[in-house]
């Protein structure tokens, strides 16, 4: 009995020295790797930066021309990665070099009146909060010119429904021509929809420019102003609201092939199992009907479930034939 145990303690300590020498070589193995990995990230940042550097070095109508071929996005991300890029970004060239990426975006209006091409570029490709400075922010006022991510749109004292009227009822003739023009929220959830929530600063600008104005040649002048930025904020709206359509249905082309391509998948052992009841249900299926191509890795995931639904289907024809047998 002493002799197993020795021979199991035996085992446990060589196994223990084992494990540990595993654990080491594990260990020199992932310090390796990480070494080798950060070497690497070092290496192609090198390699980054000495490209950058080689552009710089060029003559400057190449360098123009060369950032003129780049989508604004990826210009504004180069204005970013050095002093001598940005300076070139922003300087007599400027409008130039970002009026001819802007132009290489299909049907996206030039910049509203009185804001300068980069600024655009910035309001329109950059997706951090104005506010909070978030990435991701969803919401722009084309009309303020700012972009918002969710909470701060939800904070009150960025809009309110209830705006300053200064002593003047809240549908006087006069505020409600000037409410047309103020910059609002159109949509604000399920709760609180269609109420119109005002921009709080952009509306008492608006007053302090307006109340005052004494004749109405001032004031038609001012609105005609003003329907022209309405305008130009109308415009953007526009293509964002027409490349969204485009964009949804470029996603319904991608979930159609991915039906079709799950669908031939299954005919191949499945076609019995496969009625018309089935086939709808599956085209339903929460797994079947995604937005995403169907890949190898993707199949090899959802086919065991799928399969599983049609085996219930298998077990109840096969019932139903020995009912009748
Ligand atoms: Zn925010």
Redesign the pocket.
């Known amino acids: 009995m002493k002799k197993v145990d020795a021979v199991n303690e035996d085992t446990t300590d060589s196994q223990s020295k084992n494990k540990k020498a595993v654990s080491k070589t594990k260990h020199k193995e992932t310090v390796d790797n990480s070494n080798v990995a950060s070497r690497e990230a070092v290496r192609r940042s090198r390699g980054r930066r000495g490209f950058l550097s080689t552009i710089i070095e060029l003559p400057r109508d190449i360098i123009i021309e060369i950032f003129s071929r780049l989508h604004p996005g990826d210009l504004l991300s180069l204005a970013r990665t050095s002093k001598d890029f940005r300076s070139i970004m922003l300087g007599d060239a400027a409008e130039y070099i970002w009026r001819t990426c802007r132009s290489k975006v299909p049907s996206l209006p030039p910049p509203p009146c009185g804001m300068s091409e980069p600024a655009y570029a910035s309001l329109v490709f950059d997706t951090f ?1 104005h ?2 400075t ?1 990435p991701r ?1 969803r919401y722009v006022d084309w009309l303020l010119r700012i972009r ?2 969710g ?2 749109l939800l904070i009150g004292h960025i809009y309110t429904n209830r705006p300053e009227c200064h002593g003047r009822s809240r549908y006087d003739a006069f505020l409600i021509s000037l409410f047309k023009h103020a910059p609002k929220i159109e949509y604000r959830g399920s709760q609180i929809e269609h109420s119109d929530f005002y921009h709080i600063k952009a509306w008492n600008r608006l007053l302090d420019e307006v109340l005052p104005m004494s004749d109405d040649k001032q004031l038609k002048e001012w609105e005609q102003k003003r329907q022209g930025m309405d305008d130009d904020a109308a415009k953007i709206r526009n293509f964002f609201k027409v490349r969204a359509a485009g964009h949804k249905d470029d996603l319904a082309i991608v979930r159609a092939e991915r039906i079709d391509a799950i669908m031939a998948k299954l005919e191949v052992e499945w076609s019995k199992e496969l009625t018309p009841e089935i086939r709808e249900f599956l085209k339903n299926h929460k797994l079947v009907s995604q937005p995403r191509a169907l890949t190898d890795r993707i199949w090899k995931n959802i086919e065991p479930p799928l399969i599983e639904i049609l085996q219930k289907e298998r077990d109840v024809i096969n019932r139903r034939y020995r009912m009748w047998e």
């Open positions: 909060c506010e909070c978030i922010a918002l991510c909470d701060c």
